[in-house]
């Protein structure tokens, strides 16, 4: 895609996420207009005070909850990455109401209104967690995920919709590294099971990730990295291997391990250009782009403790440090 001549939009703009899709963009692809949707005016401003600030750039604040709202901020955009969530597993078990609100009403509300602003392309961003979920924030994304899947039957092909679904970010909010950093300080690091495995990715080739499908997507599919996998005893012990290790028991809403795209799913999931793409079950037009694409064996599963790829903790060391 020529970015530089597209107006692009983000919603979620101030997370991790967000902040590092614009930070590349700047950089890297200088797109005509980038506008970055969220509701905190705090995180605008200390995100434009960090030297996020360009011409080109725009600070919208707004809710995903808001349908109106969003239709103002996509007049005359082209393509939009939906990033915003509520995405604390506590917070969302908590606040059922609220994750449903901003999670699925807020996905519908960004479906419509790309539709009706005649959006070309808009990539969500999905979760693990939305795969067999045991938790609310994980049932939520399931939801979005199967309407922005479905969101192509309502757009005439004008607006197209697919997902990126990943594991865990290195060091972004909420995931267990600043966690077991924090409590390296106090010399005992807290594990839930000591069976634990999961998947990693860096925020730069996350963000990467969502940049390159905008390619060659056609609408419909779900986009899978192969990334590694780590045992989380061997992440403790990269982190603070001099702190003694608690067994705490697994938590209500966690996994053991977590899984990328389940066996009903891989009968559908084919590799390409280095990824695993999910399929829609149903096709609204003809596939032009994956030819070359290899479909998977039968019983294919992508789980993070049937890996074929391991981080070792020399490589978490370098990613964190």
């Not at 607006?159 to 010399?187: A, D, H, W």
């Not at 149903?282 to 019983?299: F, I, L, R, V």
Request: aromatic letters at 10%; hydrophobic letters at 40%.
């Amino acid at each position: 895609m020529e970015w530089k001549n597209l107006n692009v939009l983000i919603t979620g703009g101030t997370g991790s996420f967000g902040k590092k899709f614009v930070e590349i963009m700047l950089r890297d692809f200088h797109p005509k207009r980038l506008v970055v949707f969220s509701r905190d005016e705090l995180k605008q401003h200390e995100m434009r005070m960090s030297g996020l600030d360009d011409p080109s750039l725009r600070y919208f604040i707004g809710d995903v909850r808001d349908r109106e709202r969003l239709r103002r901020a996509m007049n005359g955009i082209d393509v939009v990455v939906h990033a915003a969530a509520l995405k604390q597993v506590p917070a969302c078990e908590y606040n059922p109401f609220e994750a449903i609100k901003t999670n699925i009403y807020g996905a519908q509300n960004v479906i419509d209104a790309a539709i009706d602003m005649a959006v070309k392309k808009v990539v969500a961003i999905s979760s693990d967690k939305a795969v067999n979920p045991v938790n609310l924030y994980g049932a939520a994304k399931l939801c979005a995920d199967k309407m922005f899947i479905q969101g192509n039957s309502y757009s005439g092909g004008v607006t197209r919709f697919s997902c990126v679904r990943y594991g865990n970010v290195i060091g972004s909010r909420g995931s267990v590294i600043p966690l077991f950093m924090e409590q390296k300080r106090k010399g005992k690091i807290t594990i839930t099971d000591d069976r634990m495995t999961r998947f990693w990715i860096t925020l730069d080739r996350a963000v990467g990730m969502v940049i390159s499908v905008f390619d060659y997507m056609e609408g419909g599919e779900i986009f899978v990295p192969k990334i590694k996998s780590m045992k989380i005893l061997d992440l403790a012990e990269a982190i603070a291997p001099e702190c003694k290790t608690e067994i705490m028991g697994i938590r209500p809403g966690e996994k053991l391990h977590e899984v990328l795209i389940t066996e009903e799913d891989g009968r559908n999931t084919i590799q390409y250009n280095g990824l695993y793409v999910v399929m829609p079950t149903h096709s609204w037009w003809t596939t032009q782009n994956y030819k070359t694409a290899k479909k998977m064996p039968d019983g294919f599963a992508y789980a993070s403790n049937n890996n074929e790829e391991w981080m070792s903790k020399e490589e978490l060391k370098e990613l964190i440090h």
